[in-house]
């Protein structure tokens, strides 16, 4: 979607509110991500040269829409656009927010600004993961309720998520995917000292040289959250569950609990 096109669909909206119009249209995918204040962030990230093209959507859910797009020297990126008027949305999250010096100062009954503090937030923990040398999308650049990325796929397809790929490989493939999800937990909780908080085989992407990804970074919460042992919990029993029940691998709970109990007890955050 080029920037002349993003006008006429901002003109056209703002022309259709300002009549009151509410046509079915209004309540399809499009119309309930690109709302008249996320038009204008789009145009601005490709007036400030963040973005120079978008594409179509590459990944649909609740709460969000991925679209591959192309930046200025033509590379490709992930544009997750967060809606902002999904209440569910809102009330799921708390439990995320709840303790979270980071959201202090968000209005918590205005529902937009949740929103666009979210996606700052994911924002905010793609780059301190970055960081610290998790595998995770580059992050570019985040403005309102949109956040841009690094896209982890090419011109034709996302590479897949583990839940998707895993039938396709053989034992041994499993078991080293395995071990690459383990080392990206330890090195989420060690070296960047978060909490995914929603670490399975739904958010690992496998590339096609048998590398991983870990994606939706959002509600990653840091060590001193109030539920971060009860999040991290979880986290490892999705791990051990996919790949003991899914993958069919013969492996133990303590060895991915041993994988980050040691830096816990350092930090002081386990006795």
Known sequence: MRI????????????????????????????????????????????????????????AGKESRVYLAYGPSNELLAVKIYLTSTAEFRKSIYKYIIGDPRFENVKIKDTRSLIIAWAH????????????????????????????????????????????????????????????????LEKIVCKAELVHGDYSEYNIVVKPDLDIAVIDVSQAVELSHPNALEFLQRDVENIYRFFVKEAKLDIRREYIW???????????ILY
């Not at 003109?11 to 499009?30: H, I, L």
């Not at 949109?146 to 493939?173: C, I, N, Q, T, W």
């Not at 041993?258 to 002081?268: Q, T």
């Open 4 to 59: 002349d096109e993003l006008d006429r669909a901002l003109r056209e909206k703002t022309r259709r509110w300002e009549k009151r119009e509410r046509d079915e249209d209004q309540f399809k995918v499009v119309e309930e991500v690109f709302d008249t204040a996320t038009v204008k962030t789009v145009i601005e990230l490709i007036r400030r040269r963040v973005l120079k093209k978008l594409n179509g959507v590459v990944s």
């Open 121 to 184: 937030k994911e924002f905010r923990n793609l780059k301190r993961m970055w960081e610290a040398g998790v595998k995770v999308p580059r992050p570019v650049a985040c403005l309102n309720n949109v956040l841009v990325m690094e896209f982890l796929g090419d011109s034709d397809s996302r590479h897949p998520l583990l839940v998707e790929a895993y039938k396709e490989l053989s034992r041994e493939e499993l078991e080293h995917v395995f071990k690459l999800a383990c080392d990206e």
């Open 258 to 268: 041993g994988r980050v109990e040691p830096c816990l007890r350092e930090k002081g």
